[in-house]
């Protein structure tokens, strides 16, 4: 039953970024830190990126780089996937700037778990997924029930069980 709740947490708490594709490599070679001049996007991703073109340059070099590699994302999909895609930024976008800034939270606590914890929440969401629409929704259900004093204390041993795996024995 916890490893179901820390599933429905985690679904709760944005698991959809959780749950999307591993990112693919850019194709430039450029690093976050240094930024990507324009003259090395290939063709597809400057006409892609042609809004920013102008001001390329003046774009922060973390904002190049992120531009550059859901450009060439983009540039590898067929059509369901850029369907997909799609629709998961529609939904992001319909989103409260609160509720994305928690998801972002999660996001960053997220990266900042090791790798081996990193596939564990993986693995649970991939659980989470399989178990039928009715049980997802009886989870679901259950953690909206609980009132906010007893979701506060089951992320805090959550956490608090986290931090005992990474400390080790």
């Known amino acids: 039953m916890k490893k179901l709740m820390l599933m429905l947490v985690l679904l709760i708490?944005?698991?959809?970024?959780?749950?999307?594709?591993e990112p693919a490599a850019s194709t430039t070679a450029a690093t976050p830190s240094a930024g990507v001049p324009w003259s090395s996007l290939d063709?597809?991703?400057q006409q892609l990126l042609a809004p920013f073109e102008s001001r390329w340059n003046d774009l922060a070099p973390q904002r190049q780089f992120a531009l550059s590699r859901g450009a060439a994302r983009w540039s590898g999909m067929n059509a369901d996937e850029k369907a997909r895609a799609t629709e998961r930024f529609r939904r992001w976008?319909?989103?409260s700037d609160q509720r994305r800034a928690l998801i972002r939270d999660r996001w960053?606590?997220?990266?900042?778990?090791?790798?081996?914890?990193?596939e564990r929440v993986r693995r649970d969401y991939r659980e989470y997924q399989?178990?039928?629409?009715t049980?997802?929704?009886?989870?679901?259900?259950?953690?909206?029930?609980?009132?906010?004093?007893?979701?506060?204390?089951?992320l805090r041993d959550l956490r608090?069980?986290?931090?005992?795996r990474r400390q080790g024995p």
């Open 13 to 21: 708490a944005g698991a959809p970024v959780l749950a999307a594709d």
């Open 93 to 95: 976008r319909d989103l």
């Open 43 to 45: 063709s597809q991703q």
């Open 130 to 133: 399989r178990l039928s629409a």
């Open 108 to 118: 960053g606590e997220f990266q900042n778990m090791n790798p081996a914890e990193q």
């Open 135 to 154: 049980r997802r929704a009886e989870l679901r259900r259950q953690w909206q029930q609980k009132s906010r004093a007893e979701r506060q204390q089951v």
């Open 160 to 164: 608090e069980r986290r931090r005992e």
